[in-house]
């Protein structure tokens, strides 16, 4: 009995002892088993890949400064990183799931990613980062809520709907990196999906009998949040409900002035929220579009999602013409003009209860200068690939964080050009070299015939221009300098450039990449390094306990090391509650 109490009263001081470490923010706990499934979305049966057997995956949700514990069985046949795209990763870019950053979760392997969603609030998405697996699956939303005393700007919604539209190929992802390995283009791809689903049977020549097809059930009379996520492969999409009006309320984690669009262009790799008033007269149901953008229509009518929007009180299915789509083929412009018009809420509160505008990014000086170019596809040493600044990246065998932890030469070079190279272009591990609270002014320049996105992690960059043409200095007369809209993924049109402004105050190492699949495969990438100088650097998080080893440093890695800190970094929570009940019947027993 003496021996029970004193077990007792040990196990319970452990528990508060381990309790005590993580008290301040709350946690939440994820398990993930990723793995491949058959699926048939727009009717053939493909091998996709799926999350706890689901396609998509689960949306994380979470709350301003949550613990996020997400533990990751890799049951796929390669190997594995999940990256959370638009999550900043504050002070550790350790958990952003990218090759430069991660050595990749073998198959078989367990891994725990475990970060805080620090000082954000908003709508993003999570997706396989290696081998071309995003074109399978594996993605799925990421939310992130207000605290209960911070105020958001609207009335709350009676109902919160994620919606994840992107391209798709009947082509499993490891036939589309072949192509691509080939130097061959991806083509026209095969349709459009929305929540994993092809499209409702609305043209009987277009869409095949026996698709199923997303529905989103609501009630007349109530507003919801749209959390709508583009994780396709590389076309832009213009999503539209018809009869309805979109009112824009936020975007990747910034609020924004409320404005209501009829339509809205969205980008790979963009999110938007949007608020959905369920005002009309259900005389039947009303179908959800998403459907390509800048390519031929008369070419593309297959390539188009079509959910259905069922109102309780429906009389009946949706029927006819789909909702037309712009009509702007002769005018280039409108969909810049679109993108110019979302502007940044300076009066709401974000994530903290100081208002967002409280940062006046346009009075700030710019401290360094990037001007990034891409261009079409080129051949390297016998190989297609795609550049930025006409450097091809490379993917370094010891990612480039690891490296740096523990002083590995030769794994890359700090010297990416502050302009593009003037001679043949090539491949190299070339990194930017940025200065820790620099305020870095990064002009991307599209010479390339279709759009493309551009995402940076660890931050959110302010969009301060975008026109078409060369960019030059006097381009500057023309940026929004008040209320550019502060967001994770922008777009850059055609023979266009956007200009974006950085402040660079998250220390660690940063992808800078092309959203559009194929284009970020070849090589159009690189990674900003932000180091603090100061000798007691305290703004990064110390590297995780259960690190994965690989490249230069493989031998460091032992096979038991994946249990053992899967074990240590389960939930805490759940550990104390384990410790207290198993403490509480040896007292009590």
Same mark, same amino acid.
């Given at each position: 009995?003496?021996?029970s109490?004193?077990?007792?009263?040990f196990l319970?001081?452990i528990?508060?002892?381990?309790?005590?470490?993580?008290?301040a923010?709350?946690?939440?706990?994820?398990?993930?088993?990723v793995s491949?499934?058959t699926?048939?979305p727009?009717g053939?049966?493909q091998?996709?890949?799926a999350?706890n057997n689901?396609f998509p995956?689960?949306t994380?949700?979470?709350t301003t400064n949550n613990?996020v514990?997400?533990n990751?069985?890799?049951?796929l046949d390669e190997?594995?990183?999940?990256?959370?795209?638009?999550?900043?990763?504050r002070?550790s870019?350790?958990?952003d799931?990218?090759p430069?950053?991660?050595c990749p979760i073998p198959?078989k392997?367990?891994?725990t990613?475990?970060?805080?969603?620090?000082?954000?609030?908003g709508?993003f998405?999570?997706?396989p980062?290696?081998?071309f697996?995003r074109a399978a699956g594996?993605?799925?939303g990421?939310?992130i809520n207000?605290?209960?005393?911070?105020?958001?700007?609207f009335g709350s919604?009676?109902?919160?709907i994620t919606?994840?539209?992107?391209?798709?190929?009947?082509?499993n992802?490891t036939?589309?990196?072949?192509a691509l390995?080939?130097?061959k283009?991806?083509g026209?791809p095969?349709?459009?999906?929305i929540?994993?689903k092809?499209?409702y049977r609305?043209n009987?020549?277009?869409?095949?009998?026996g698709?199923?097809?997303?529905?989103?059930d609501?009630?007349?009379?109530?507003t919801y949040r749209?959390?709508?996520h583009n994780?396709g492969?590389?076309?832009s999409l213009?999503?539209?409900?018809q009869?309805h009006n979109?009112l824009?309320?936020?975007?990747?984690?910034?609020?924004?002035?409320?404005?209501n669009?009829?339509s809205?262009d969205?980008?790979?790799?963009q999110?938007?929220?949007f608020?959905l008033?369920?005002?009309q007269?259900?005389?039947s149901?009303?179908?959800?579009v998403?459907?390509?953008r800048f390519?031929?229509?008369?070419?593309?009518?297959?390539?188009?999602g079509?959910?259905?929007l069922?109102?309780?009180?429906s009389k009946g299915?949706?029927?006819?013409?789909l909702?037309?789509?712009?009509?702007d083929?002769y005018?280039?412009?409108?969909?810049?003009?679109?993108?110019r018009?979302i502007?940044?809420n300076v009066s709401?509160?974000?994530?903290?209860?100081?208002?967002?505008?409280?940062f006046r990014y346009?009075?700030i000086?710019?401290?360094?200068?990037?001007?990034?170019?891409?261009k079409?596809?080129?051949?390297?040493?016998?190989?297609?690939r795609?550049?930025?600044?006409?450097?091809?990246f $490379?993917? *370094?065998a010891?990612?480039?964080?690891?490296?740096?932890?523990f002083k590995?030469? &030769? !794994?890359?070079? +700090?010297d990416?050009?502050?302009?593009?190279l003037?001679?043949p272009?090539?491949m190299e591990?070339s990194?930017?070299?940025?200065?820790f609270?620099?305020?870095?002014?990064v002009?991307?320049q599209?010479n390339?015939t279709?759009v493309?996105?551009?995402?940076l992690s660890g931050?959110?960059?302010?969009?301060?221009g975008?026109d078409?043409?060369?960019?030059?200095e006097n381009?500057r007369?023309?940026y929004?300098?008040w209320?550019g809209?502060a967001?994770?993924t922008?777009? $850059?049109y *055609?023979g266009a450039?956007t200009?974006?402004?950085?402040s660079l105050?998250n220390? &660690? !190492?940063w992808n +800078?990449?092309t959203e559009n699949?194929?284009s970020w495969?070849l090589?159009?990438?690189?990674y900003?390094?932000?180091v603090n100088?100061?000798?007691?650097n305290?703004t990064?998080l110390p590297?995780?306990d259960n690190?994965?080893?690989c490249?230069?440093?493989s031998?460091?890695?032992k096979p038991?090391?994946?249990?053992?800190?899967t074990?240590?970094?389960?939930?805490s929570?759940?550990?104390?509650l384990a410790v207290?009940?198993?403490a509480?019947a040896?007292l009590f027993?």
């Amino acid at each position: 009995m003496a021996l029970s109490k004193f077990l007792g009263l040990f196990l319970i001081h452990i528990a508060l002892l381990s309790s005590s470490c993580f008290a301040a923010d709350p946690f939440v706990f994820y398990d993930f088993e990723v793995s491949y499934i058959t699926a048939s979305p727009l009717g053939v049966p493909q091998q996709v890949i799926a999350i706890n057997n689901k396609f998509p995956g689960p949306t994380i949700n979470s709350t301003t400064n949550n613990n996020v514990v997400i533990n990751v069985r890799n049951k796929l046949d390669e190997s594995l990183l999940l990256h959370w795209s638009g999550i900043q990763q504050r002070r550790s870019s350790w958990q952003d799931g990218l090759p430069g950053t991660n050595c990749p979760i073998p198959p078989k392997w367990n891994w725990t990613y475990q970060f805080q969603v620090k000082d954000q609030i908003g709508s993003f998405f999570y997706f396989p980062s290696l081998h071309f697996q995003r074109a399978a699956g594996g993605f799925g939303g990421f939310i992130i809520n207000n605290r209960d005393i911070i105020p958001i700007p609207f009335g709350s919604p009676d109902g919160d709907i994620t919606i994840l539209i992107g391209d798709w190929y009947t082509r499993n992802h490891t036939a589309l990196r072949k192509a691509l390995d080939a130097g061959k283009d991806l083509g026209m791809p095969d349709g459009v999906l929305i929540n994993g689903k092809g499209p409702y049977r609305y043209n009987d020549t277009l869409v095949p009998d026996g698709i199923d097809y997303e529905t989103i059930d609501v009630h007349p009379g109530k507003t919801y949040r749209l959390r709508v996520h583009n994780v396709g492969i590389s076309t832009s999409l213009n999503f539209r409900i018809q009869s309805h009006n979109l009112l824009l309320a936020e975007t990747e984690g910034s609020y924004t002035v409320q404005q209501n669009y009829t339509s809205l262009d969205i980008h790979v790799g963009q999110s938007y929220s949007f608020l959905l008033t369920t005002d009309q007269n259900a005389s039947s149901d009303y179908y959800i579009v998403a459907s390509a953008r800048f390519v031929n229509e008369s070419q593309w009518k297959r390539v188009t999602g079509v959910a259905i929007l069922r109102y309780s009180n429906s009389k009946g299915k949706a029927a006819g013409p789909l909702p037309d789509p712009p009509q702007d083929e002769y005018d280039k412009t409108f969909s810049m003009n679109q993108a110019r018009s979302i502007r940044w809420n300076v009066s709401a509160s974000g994530a903290r209860p100081n208002p967002q505008g409280s940062f006046r990014y346009g009075s700030i000086n710019v401290t360094e200068i990037f001007v990034l170019k891409n261009k079409p596809p080129v051949t390297i040493d016998g190989k297609r690939r795609t550049t930025l600044s006409g450097i091809s990246f $490379v993917n *370094p065998a010891t990612p480039i964080r690891l490296a740096d932890q523990f002083k590995v030469k &030769g !794994v890359y070079k +700090l010297d990416f050009p502050s302009r593009p190279l003037t001679g043949p272009p090539k491949m190299e591990t070339s990194v930017i070299n940025g200065t820790f609270r620099g305020f870095m002014e990064v002009i991307l320049q599209n010479n390339d015939t279709k759009v493309q996105t551009y995402h940076l992690s660890g931050y959110a960059f302010f969009v301060v221009g975008m026109d078409y043409g060369e960019w030059s200095e006097n381009s500057r007369g023309t940026y929004n300098k008040w209320d550019g809209i502060a967001r994770s993924t922008t777009q $850059v049109y *055609p023979g266009a450039w956007t200009a974006i402004l950085i402040s660079l105050d998250n220390v &660690g !190492v940063w992808n +800078l990449r092309t959203e559009n699949l194929d284009s970020w495969y070849l090589g159009q990438e690189t990674y900003i390094r932000v180091v603090n100088p100061e000798v007691t650097n305290k703004t990064e998080l110390p590297m995780p306990d259960n690190v994965l080893y690989c490249g230069a440093l493989s031998k460091r890695q032992k096979p038991q090391d994946i249990s053992f800190a899967t074990s240590i970094t389960t939930s805490s929570s759940k550990l104390f509650l384990a410790v207290l009940m198993v403490a509480s019947a040896l007292l009590f027993h």
